[in-house]
């Protein structure tokens, strides 16, 4: 069995891949300090609820926080006596290309996306990741990683005003029900909301608008289904888009 890791600012999330579909989907807080120690008995403890009895025998890591990948490779030398593939790292091949400036690196993050978007979708492809950051990927026709945007994640834009205007409290992100709101909280979730469908569509507009061809775009993250409701912005909303293009590279290097 396959243990896919995608490790993120905030969140880190693990499954099982039996070959064909994910057997569990688990998810923690990214934490540095966590031991491999910690992390086996978290999963085993998991895997013992749901009476999940399966054998790891590989294990492959997507991180965009390089300290927590140690201890992960510990996890798997450990417990599942096996190395794992790293994403960024130069044994883990990929299937696409990454047309990018000389010198820049990509996160791993967005580069699994994109592997995972092209298996899925083929290309010329904008795949729009709703996490820590927001972040646009473009993928060209033949599958290549070219480029992208990043701006600031939903989230981290609410607990900015909150933290830099005392008189604005702490809101959760959700659809308002008008745009004119009539108190502190419906102000703000109106103006991330929307000030975030306004971005999102004029970004791909103008994704679009350079690259001069239709482009499907993919959502992804955890706000992204907030977003997929409103005002037909994508074409398909993936909720398992990281793990699935996991899945995809350890295949790609299994075979090659």
Known sequence: ???????????????????????????????HQRTADQYFVWLSTLMEVQKLKVEITDMIISSTVPRVVFNLRVLADRYFNCRPLVVGKPECNLPVDVRVDTGT???????VNTVAGHALYGGDLIIVDFGTATTFDVVAADGAYIGGVIAPGVNLSLEALHLAAAALPHVDISKPQSVIGTNTVACMQSGVFWGYVGLVREICARIKAERDRPMKVISTGGLAPLFQQSEALFDAFEDDLTMHGLTVIHAYNTES
């Open 1 to 31: 069995m396959l243990l896919t890791i995608d490790c993120g600012n905030t969140n880190t999330v693990f499954s099982i891949w039996d070959g064909t579909r994910f057997l569990a989907t688990w998810r923690t807080a990214t934490m």
């Open 105 to 111: 690196q990509v996160g791993p993050d967005r580069l």
